[in-house]
């Protein structure tokens, strides 16, 4: 018998439906394919690429944790599967984008303006990422290793966004800059401050998830208390492209939760959130939100 699953663990009405429906005939949790050790390895590659721990400690940048760990996680995965004989590479969807995106990139490289340059993002960035996204895709495998990397990323994203409003608070700012922006997070994805609020902007719709999902009352609150310092740090990035990202997030989730009569609490409370936000707008705010056409 062919069992069919559909990752819909997000949604707060199937959520509901599988409180009352416990056990579903012909729907079932998919078998793990994969061990611990990749998982945790790519959890802990996680943690050092968003945290980069070698900036507190500079003892620990000659050891190159984010290469050992991320490595050592796609080889142990890659034995696993082959001794296993699973698929070393299963051909979703999102692998065709991925495999396309390639070659797309290796098809134009030699019309782009700087082909050197090119080449050098390929194999220091581009295929490091596609190594990583492989990996996250044959761990992350069941709802419950899905529901721990949502965790980690909103933990994580908690340091990023404290970081940009302390620098604030301090008038930590980027010096010669045309607008008074605050310096990024010590972290080479985070590093300025339009890349933190893409990344917080990426985790923030994850936190939200996680509240329409979560029961338990402290683990919900917590998850609030993330998100507002997520808004926060993204509005005091200045960022352009943030705040439109930012707007459009908390629009298509209360366009999907106006007809949930359990969740019509969400948008009235986003509306009452927005209100109360308008008197702390940092100075200058809105004039650049001007120039965003």
Known sequence: MKHHWQADWWRADAVAESARQPERIGVREPTLQGGAVPFWGLLTFTFVLLIAPQTFFPALAPLRIALLVGAGAIVTQMVQRLVSRQPVVRLTPEMWIA??????????????????????????????????????????????????????????????????????????????????????YGSAYVENPNDMALMLNLILPLSLSLVLTTRNAVGRGCLLVFIVLD??????????????????????????????????????????????????????????LATVT
């Open 99 to 184: 495999a396309c995106l390639v070659g797309w990139a290796v098809v134009t490289l030699p019309l782009s303006y700087w082909p050197g340059g090119g080449v050098r993002f390929l194999f220091e960035m581009y295929f490091k990422t596609l190594a990583i996204f492989w990996l996250a895709s044959t761990t992350i495998n069941t709802l419950a290793r899905l529901r721990q990397v949502e965790w980690e990323l909103s933990l994580l994203a908690v340091p990023i966004a404290i970081s940009g409003i302390m620098h604030y608070l301090s008038s930590a700012f980027i010096p010669g800059a045309a607008v008074t922006r605050i310096v990024g």
């Open 231 to 288: 808004v926060l740090a993204i509005i005091l990035t200045f960022s352009r492209g943030g705040f439109v990202t930012l707007a459009m997030t908390f629009v298509m989730y209360a366009w999907r939760l106006r007809k949930r009569p359990e969740m019509r609490w969400v948008p009235a409370a986003l509306a009452v959130g927005v209100v109360c936000c308008v008197p702390f707008i940092p100075s200058g705010y809105i004039a650049r």
